[in-house]
């Protein structure tokens, strides 16, 4: 049962263009979420993150979308550069519950030249 | 400041042997968590330690499967007469404290097992 779904295994965008990952979760009381983005045989590294009493967090090209009644959130990469082709993972977590991320399968994003 | 260390990088295992996978968080981190990751899945939560405590491990398979933070040296993941199905990436993270998931848990680059 997936808790967390990323349900655009790719995504392909020209460099310069905006691109959006998106990001659906079932559990209400996931309050904290986090995007990663990961490069072939490296570990996933942490890029933003947006708590639940935020509906948006912005951190230079990268911007995160929280809507909660939705339950749906999303990732805005502008400009898109070359150097953002990677596979981008949502994790969620409970506050005050465990450490423990809940992630979901993961977007390939390519920026094309 | 070194990252999060995790070697090897590379194990091969037959069916039936041990595999232990060893990861050195980053300096001052004494928080570890040990991820799965099969073949087009994400990360699959496996186990919380603190230095000598294991705190969650509701991701831990219930046989064959171990994990240990000792006051002094690495975490250590431990599989037990491993099965073609543990052929996976095996990624561990560290934070400084209770906090790490929002702050981001920092990744080491993973071991990736192949059993054969």
């Known amino acids: 049962d997936q808790q967390v779904k990323q349900n655009s295994p790719s995504l392909s965008v020209q460099e310069g263009r905006i691109s959006i990952l998106n990001c659906d979760y079932t559990?209400?009381?996931?309050?904290?979420f986090l995007w990663y983005k990961k490069y072939p045989a490296e570990g996933p590294t942490f890029l933003i993150s947006?708590?639940?009493?935020?509906d948006k967090n912005e951190d230079g090209r990268f911007t995160v979308f929280l809507n909660k009644s939705a339950k749906h959130l999303s990732l805005h990469i502008v400009p898109s550069q070359p150097g953002d082709s990677a596979v981008y993972f949502c994790?969620?977590?409970?506050?005050?519950?465990?450490?423990?991320?809940?992630f979901g399968k993961g977007t390939k994003l390519t920026v094309n030249p | 400041n070194a990252g999060v260390m995790q070697n090897p990088r590379h194990l091969v295992r037959r069916r039936g042997q041990e595999a232990r996978l060893r990861c050195s968080p980053m300096?001052?981190?004494?928080?570890v968590y040990w991820y799965r990751q099969l073949p087009e899945e994400g990360l699959k939560f496996m186990v919380y330690?603190?230095?000598?405590?294991?705190?969650?491990e509701s991701g831990m398979p219930k046989e064959r499967f171990s994990a240990e933070f000792p006051k002094e040296g690495p975490s250590i993941l431990r599989i037990q007469q491993v099965v073609r199905g543990d052929s996976a990436a095996y990624f561990c993270?560290?934070?400084?404290?209770?906090?790490?998931?929002?702050?981001?848990?920092?990744f080491g680059p993973g071991t990736r097992l192949t059993v054969t």
């Open positions: 993270a560290s934070s400084p404290f209770e906090t790490g998931g929002t702050l981001g848990q920092y």
């Open positions: 559990n209400s009381m996931f309050d904290y």
């Open positions: 947006i708590s639940s009493i935020k």
């Open positions: 994790a969620v977590k409970t506050q005050g519950g465990s450490e423990k991320l809940v």
């Open positions: 300096k001052g981190h004494s928080h």
């Open positions: 330690l603190q230095k000598e405590n294991i705190i969650d």
